[in-house]
């Protein structure tokens, strides 16, 4: 919690736990780069290992982690295909583009899930005028339609489509953790149709910095050199690995208590006049609510509530958007309330 705020921008804002810290401090390090800090490799071997892959590259965050996933499926330029409102198309600066020369086309899914049927009719093979799909891209959960999870059975679905066309699959896993402790769902069920997934560490997990790719040790191999060619290599980077092993031993099964704060404040918005929301929507730790008519533009009703004492955060000016995570607790919860309380009445015109 921010000082003086209540801090519900995301679960970016997390601090590291003491326990991370001490691990940070007392971490052996070496030359990541060549191989040598044993706390990455370390890091590496239980995040393989949580998914159930072979191997797994630390890289400083998750866009980098989509980017590297990316470029190396779709070496050579094509198609990616991805659902319309997904965080690599829409929030991660064109990178896939401007990079990998690769086009996204998207898919309208329903809560970010996308249709099999259409996700087999966007597939298209190289001809004189269009690009042939290298990937098709799952979002898991789902930012902007609100933390939602995407079902095991569509995945598979897609992922029969993938292996029908020659396409990789890949899981932009970045909270695929609070998917796993809401359906109780094992990571390696959802990595097993895929050929790539990464998840991170911050956000819920906790920790300061970075994220995991994994997939195959070639692909892995293949991904390290682009991470190097890229600006990601890092040295003795031990130092924040230390808190990712924490991030993945400890910090994975309390996610529930995020989704239960989720819960308790969607219940509590649903019961204010002006809110649109609805509390069944709410599976993970991400709130996503409207306004009903007569609000100024939401950029002015976030200043306002900062001004309150209430940190959130607005998407595209369409939504407004809350996160739960581990330093905002059941009462941090209940002051968010009587902040919204007290305040939306006086914005609304």
Known sequence: MTADKQNFISDTVTRPTEAMYKAMAESPVGDDVHGADPTV?????????????????????????????????????????????????????????????????????????MDPDDVKAAVRKRTTHTGETKVILIENTHNFHGGAIIPLENIKAIRRISLENNARLHIDGARMMNACVATGIKPSEYAAQADSVMFCLSKGLSAPVGSMLTGSADFIAEARVTRRMIGGGMRQVGVIAAAGIVALTEMVDRLADDHANAKKLAE??????????????????????????????????????????????????????????????????????????????????
């Not at 159930?52 to 330029?77: F, Q, W």
């Not at 929301?277 to 533009?297: A, H, Q």
């Not at 306002?304 to 004492?309: I, M, Q, S």
């Not at 607005?314 to 007290?342: F, G, P, Q, W, Y």
């Open 268 to 349: 509590g918005l649903a019961e204010i006049d002006s809110v649109i929301i609805d509390p069944k929507d709410v599976e993970t730790n991400i709130i996503i609510f409207r306004l009903k008519e007569g609000f100024p533009p939401y950029g002015e009703v976030v200043q306002n509530l900062k001004n309150n004492g209430l940190l959130i955060s607005s998407m595209a000016d369409k939504v407004l958007r809350m996160v739960t995570h581990k330093d905002v607790d059941a009462e941090d919860v209940d002051k968010a309330l009587a902040i919204l309380r007290n305040s939306l009445p006086e914005m609304q015109r």
């Open 41 to 113: 490799n370390r890091l590496e071997e239980l995040a393989a290992e949580k998914v159930g892959k072979e191997a797994a590259l630390y890289v400083p965050s998750g866009i980098m982690g989509n980017l590297l996933a990316l470029g190396t499926h779709g070496s050579g330029g094509g198609e990616v295909i991805a659902e319309a409102l997904c965080h690599i198309h829409n929030f991660e600066g064109g990178g896939c583009s401007r990079v990998w020369g690769l086009h996204v086309r998207t898919v309208l899914g329903e809560r970010g899930a």
